[in-house]
Nanobody
Framework: QVQLVESGGGLVQPGGSLRLSCAAS????????MGWFRQAPGKERELVAA????????YYGDAVKGRFTISRDNAKNTVNLQMNSLKPEDTAVYYC?????????????????WGQGTQVTVSS
């Protein structure tokens, strides 16, 4: 049974930082590209960042380039999202997702497994 469990969300002031983590189990983690998506109320789910199987290639959405960093540790079956210079528009539920294909996909429909999500709220 595949499980993706996110942690690290919370309330932070504008300009602050948060680090999200996703712990994976029940799958061969190094065989999956990993992505972080987010969904705000009334909006579609969007890809924030993604990383390939070995961590050599990353993708960032335009809204977070230069502020967010994705990384993975295949020995620990974890993928992290470091979020700096947070803005109110970053407020959303953040989801970890796994894609068994070998190249990074930007569309949610290509991802095979999803976590339950963690709330990030950026507000003063």
């Amino acid at each position: 049974q595949v499980q993706l469990v996110e942690s690290g969300g919370g309330l932070v002031q504008p300009g602050g930082s948060l680090r999200l983590s996703c712990a994976a189990s029940g799958l061969t983690f190094s065989n999956y590209c990993m992505g972080w998506f987010r969904q705000a109320p009334g909006k579609e789910r969007e890809l924030v960042a993604a990383i390939n199987r070995i961590g050599s290639t990353t993708y960032y959405g335009d809204a977070v380039k230069g502020r967010f960093t994705i990384s993975r540790d295949n020995a620990k079956n974890t993928v992290n999202l470091q979020m700096n210079s947070l803005k109110p528009e970053d407020t959303a539920v953040y989801y970890c997702a796994a894609d068994r294909r070998s190249i990074i996909a930007t569309m949610a429909r290509f991802y095979d497994y999803w976590g339950q999500g963690t709330q990030v709220t950026v507000s003063s």
